[in-house]
């Protein structure tokens, strides 16, 4: 079993809809991230935290750390928010690294 | 622009061939990553320096992978007697002096390399 799971693998929604992606670990972890990667391979970092909730713009993103669990939210969806939303974790043990998820690929059509 | 870029973005090459790729990291990150993805998948893990001490290498980097830094700044990543099972995106990350144990990334815009 990986250490970071993700769902669901694939989402296709209409532009408008409100879109949850989730995140859960089974390790224990110092940091989460959720990042973004476009068609080409580029990754970007979207958010990181260590405990409760942060927003930036249409995007929201909410840790509880004793569920081991993480969601991003998008609001108000957009089809250039199509994109491979990919949620990784820094173990508390061991090397300074992320692990990953196997990521979700997400479609949002107009 | 003063991003993590790397070199080449793309190769093709025949299967028992080396290739090497170029990292250059943000200017003053003292952490370098090497990350492998494959089609469908999250990145995984390869190797990790400090600025030119490579402190972690994962099982995944076969004798036939090296990564070096020499300087502490750009990094390389040679795959001698390629195969096509080392067809991936090869991603570089590089991260700050001073963040701790936050592990933020900064990200380049990969190299895929595709095995003939």
Known sequence: KNEVEQSPQNLTAQEGEFITINCSYSVGISALHWLQ?????????????????????????????????????????????????????????????????????????? | DTGVSQDPRHKITKRGQNVTFRCDPISEHNRLYWYRQTLGQGPEFLTYFQNEAQLEKSRLLSDRFSAERPKGSFSTLEIQRTEQGDSAMYLCASSPKGQGNTGELFFGEGSRLTVL
């Open chain 1, 37 to 110: 990667q476009h068609p080409g391979g580029g990754i970007v970092s979207l958010f990181m935290l260590s405990s409760g909730k942060k927003k930036h713009g249409r995007l929201i993103a909410t840790i509880n750390i004793q569920e081991k669990h993480s969601s991003l939210h998008i609001t108000a969806s957009h089809p250039r928010d199509s994109a491979v939303y990919i949620c990784a974790v820094l173990k508390l043990q061991g090397a300074q690294k992320l692990v990953f998820g196997q990521g979700t690929r997400l479609t949002i059509n107009p």
